[in-house]
């Protein structure tokens, strides 16, 4: 059965210290390599994956177009904002199994409709809405390694962030992201399905 996996900030290519250092890698090519090999290992042939904004950055198009061809899966790009114009064309002309969705994307995922964004979108609030009638917002352009998003000592668990930070650069499968929302819910004592 085939699934559907997320993931944002890939940042491949992103030459800068603080994006692959800040991963634990000592080289941007060793992230890539990494990057690219968890994928591979995770998402199958005929698997989804949308990928939530900045998935690479710097110039060498042609670089940028061979990760694409070397990533398993049926890719959907969401707009994030280091895709500069140029980048997104590539995107959009490549022969590789991409598909391209500017800058927000609706879908349903079980009894949930997901909204998918680069940057974090408050659609519900977890005090209103039990989860099997919430809309999931799933975002990224954070790079925090906490899977929810957070201010102050507020938690919104149907804010749900893909960043590669947040899950060992690795993409992350709807069934994995619910189980997160629903324990995180219940450890809270709220919104219990019903």
């Not at 398993?72 to 002309?93: A, F, M, P, Q, V």
């Not at 879908?107 to 680069?118: E, L």
């Not at 930070?165 to 069934?175: G, I, L, M, R, Y």
């Amino acid at each position: 059965m085939n699934k559907t996996f997320f993931i944002s900030d890939t940042h491949f290519n992103h030459n800068k210290p603080f994006v692959y250092a800040a991963r634990g890698f000592k080289t941007i090519e060793e992230m890539n390599e990494a990057i690219i090999a968890n994928w591979n290992r995770v998402v199958k042939e005929g698997d989804k994956v949308f990928v939530l904004g900045d998935f690479a950055l710097g110039n060498d198009l042609d670089g940028i177009d061979k990760i694409l061809h070397r990533l398993s899966g049926e890719i959907h790009l969401i707009r994030g904002n280091h895709c500069t114009d140029t980048k997104w064309e590539l995107y959009k002309n490549s022969n590789a199994n991409v598909y391209v969705h500017d800058w927000t994307y609706v879908t349903k995922m079980g009894k949930n409709m997901v909204y998918m964004s680069h940057f974090p979108t408050m659609v519900n609030d977890q005090n209103l809405k039990p989860i099997n009638k919430a809309i999931i917002n799933l975002f990224g352009h954070t790079h925090s390694k906490d899977k929810f998003f957070k201010v102050s000592d507020y938690t919104n668990c149907y804010m749900y962030n893909v960043a590669c930070d947040a899950h060992n650069c690795t993409p992350v499968s709807w069934e994995d992201i619910y189980t997160d929302i629903k324990e995180a819910l219940e450890k809270g004592g709220e919104n219990h399905e019903h």
